[in-house]
DNA sequence: AACCAGTTCAACCGCTGGTCG
DNA sequence: CCGACCAGCGGTTGAACTGGT
């Protein structure tokens, strides 16, 4: 699912990396850091503009990245902090160890937007239905689903209106049981009583007072400790030590440093404590 | 089996804000 | 203060993949 590599009129090259690219960024800023992104590709050997290196390493060799398999603490912190930040992607991956901004926004779109849209007509149908408790539940849900397509298209996407897709905090209905059609067209009953908040939604996606309700811990346990400030036990010499021979050594230390240290974020930092500018340092190949 | 439409996600592009001379 | 340079951010693109007909 990647774009065919070809060569720009500037010769840099643009699309898909290949393994011998990646292994070659790897290997220079595992061994120097990344002490500038525009000049770096030429020391490393590599045809590509800085920025691409840059955004190869933040989101896909760095260190420490994980790749899918979100699991429903993520997707629903994900839909939490987006609420609170809106498009904010960096700072919500910040929140998310391993997570890269980029990764988060596809995961948004691909996933999670759809879904707090759907949370988003349920809480309008219930916050309808609610007003007209004793109305006809069936024509509430008609009225209500034509009106979102209608406002499907009008949400703003504006920081100032940084809770588009969802808003499970809106009030509670009074009534005790509730219909509603989700947005797959099923009926779907919520029960509960007025101080509750543990309705669900039709596709199964726990609203967020039900995952704070029963995870508590997990909102309240604070995350990740920042890098700075911390340091691995490095060998004398720094990463260009003889005593680290090769790029798998520079690995293990590492990831052994990872074990010592639960939660590091950003292991480009650690890279960056002793890496020497390659000044005369041409040949890399 | 072939085609088509929708989905996914890696990568690109343009803009913004910070830093430095 | 101003302009140049750079890193980072967020929106968009497009090719591969997937599922339906």
Redesign the pocket.
Known sequence: ????AFF?KNGL?????SPEEDDKLKAYIMKYG?W????LPKFAGLSRC???C???W???LRPGVK??NYSKEEGALIMKLHKQLG?????IAAELPGRT???I???W???LKKRTKESQSATRLKEKCSMEQSSEIAKCEVNSKNEDLKDESSVP?NPLHPILESSPLSPEPSSNELSYLTSDSSLVTVSGTSSSSNWIAGDGLLCFETFESTSEDFWTQPFVADLDGYRLPLPEGGLGSPYLASYDDVMDLFYQGMQDFRGISSAGDILHICAPQPIGWLNMQ
């Open positions: 699912m990647v774009r065919a720009d090259k643009k699309g898909a990396w990344h500038n992104w525009r000049e800085g920025k691409s840059r955004l190869r933040m989101n896909y790749y899918g498009n904010k992607w960096s700072k901004d980029n990764e926004k596809n995961y779109h691909t996933h996407n």
